[in-house]
């Protein structure tokens, strides 16, 4: 936990950073290390945000990375500029996905070596086609992450300049301007390779695979362009170290971090600004040439007065576990160590996800709820105390999908409930034991497991509608409004730092380091 800091109420600061989560921590950390003054107000006892590492399971010594939990999109600059002492670890396996075919329990297993995802293609499809497609479909997706992800730290590029840079003009129409659909279906025959490839297009966001306004090409670009490589890795010490790392970088340099100061106003004339913020010993006032907001746009059109836009609606859910061991599969030649380190895939062939869509715009909890796993465990074991390691227990991470903020409205508690039973459900269909019977228990005697709606992620984090990403992620280019480093708002001395600017979402950073940028270009002289 951060330890509290009171800001000097008579300072003047250079800039304020309204939040403390990992991206206002990145703004704070550039600011100040450029010798700028900057106060961090955030309304919780701790910094982080929804990058945070907690002990959610009383009595249990597992540090989960509670909400965000994969790093993909935060780029190695941002870490050797701020020098933050800061790992992630590859997973050897890129993800497994069970089914049933013949009557007999199987999956595909991507990872491992060239060989073996090779074979096990082979092996579901009863060729090499799917294989060779996989690599072209992910040959043309690694050229755009190239040369479209050195892009997201620099100012925006027009559409024109990124396609230019792209330089491939089969990839800009597959991923720029037809729906990803159209390119799956043209590359796989497989339903089950399909529905694989569909995922990343699909993950806190409810659409189609043909759906019209292109919300899930977008959604599959940020998901395959991390890092160059697209490669999704697990952090070390979990999600924490990161913003542990974060708010030190931003302390040492000089920037004041103050925990427990709710921001609830934000009046500016464009060149200076006053924010006015609550906390335990009353009501406050900073003043800043700068104001960074590391929230969503409603937040900022609230603490500004402006109109708010379009409603956001996040559409997960989100679940932590921790076990005592592994749950073995009815895969014969699946080992649960190899299968849960990378992504575990549950009920997302391809007209699966088609249908849990189609169920849930009815208004309906899909039938089938589609998810996927991953064990932080497997690859980083440092997030377990030393006697749930040696006794071999592991943590589990589930991300459900088409599930809208909409269908909880009802009654969150009783939804959630519902939902997490027929995930889990889904899930047993391909265990050779039931998941409860390996769940941990707390110092209560209670199961090892927390569930989190759309609903829940808003009333805790505040994120409109539960949207992990704030809103529907934007085209990483310029458009009418989106300014130089798509920060920038209609006050010219307030800027947008949080997941909604453009170019956000995700644990990157990057929309922290454009608006330092953005101030730090307009101060030079």
Request: a negative charge.
């Amino acid at each position: 936990m951060t330890p509290p800091t009171t800001p000097r109420a008579s300072r003047h600061y250079d800039a304020v950073v309204v939040g403390g989560g990992h991206n206002g921590l990145v703004a704070a950390a550039y600011l100040a290390r450029a010798g700028r003054s900057v106060l961090v107000l955030e309304r919780l006892d701790h910094t982080g945000g929804a990058a945070v590492s907690t002990r959610p399971f009383a009595g249990v010594d597992a540090r989960l990375s509670r909400y965000s939990y994969l790093v993909s999109l935060l780029p190695k600059k941002i870490v050797r500029d701020l020098e933050l002492d800061f790992r992630v670890r590859g997973r050897t396996v890129s993800s497994y996905t069970p089914v049933e075919r013949d009557g007999r329990p199987t999956g595909l297993l991507v990872g491992g070596g060239e060989r073996r995802t090779r074979e096990s293609f082979a092996r579901l499809t009863g060729s090499e086609r799917e294989y060779t497609a996989w690599q072209r479909f992910y040959a043309m997706t690694g050229h755009v992450a190239r040369r479209v992800f050195p892009t997201l730290t620099e100012p925006l590029p027009t559409r024109d300049e990124l396609r230019r840079r792209v330089d491939d003009e089969a990839a800009w129409r597959a991923l720029f301007e037809e729906p990803i659909g159209v390119a799956i279906e043209e590359h796989f025959a497989d339903d089950l390779v399909r529905g694989v490839a569909l995922t990343d297009a699909l993950i806190g966001t409810f659409a189609d695979a043909h759906e019209p306004s292109l919300s899930q090409n977008r959604c599959f670009l940020y998901h395959v362009i991390g890092g160059g490589t697209g490669a999704w890795d697990v952090p070390v010490g979990g999600m924490g170290a990161l913003t542990d790392a974060l708010a030190g970088a931003a302390r040492t340099a000089g920037a004041v971090l103050a925990t427990g100061h709710e921001a609830v106003r934000i009046d500016t004339d464009g060149r200076a600004a006053e924010v006015t913020y609550r906390s335990a010993d009353g009501e406050g006032v900073a003043a800043a040439h700068h104001v960074l907001v590391n929230a969503s746009p409603q937040e900022l059109a609230a603490l500004t007065g402006q109109a708010p836009p379009p409603p956001a609606e996040g559409a997960q859910l989100k679940v932590n576990m921790v076990l005592t061991r592994l749950p073995a599969l009815r895969d014969p030649a699946a080992d649960p160590r190899e299968a849960f380190a990378g992504t575990f895939h549950v009920a997302e062939g391809y007209e699966q996800l088609a249908t849990a869509h189609a169920r849930a715009a009815a208004g309906e909890l899909p039938a089938a709820p589609p998810c996927e796993i991953y064990c932080h465990s497997l690859t980083d074991a440092t997030i377990l105390g030393p006697d749930l390691a040696a006794k071999g227990m592991h943590t589990l991470t589930l991300f459900g999908l088409h599930t809208p903020a909409r269908l909880f409205a009802r009654d969150n508690d009783a939804v959630r409930e519902e939902l997490l039973k027929s995930t889990l459900a889904q899930l047993d269909a391909h265990l050779a034991e039931p998941l409860v019977d390996c769940l941990a228990t707390d110092a209560d005697g209670r199961p090892c497991i927390e569930a989190r709606s759309p609903l829940d992620l808003e009333r805790d984090l505040r994120l409109p509608g539960g949207h992990i990403f704030h809103r529907e992620t934007a085209w990483p280019h310029a458009r009418a409004g989106t300014g130089r480093w798509g920060v920038e708002t209609g006050q010219a001395n307030v800027l947008l730092c949080g997941a909604g600017a453009v170019r956000g979402g995700g644990v990157s950073g990057v929309p922290g380091h454009n608006a330092a940028m953005a101030v730090l270009e307009r101060t030079a002289n």
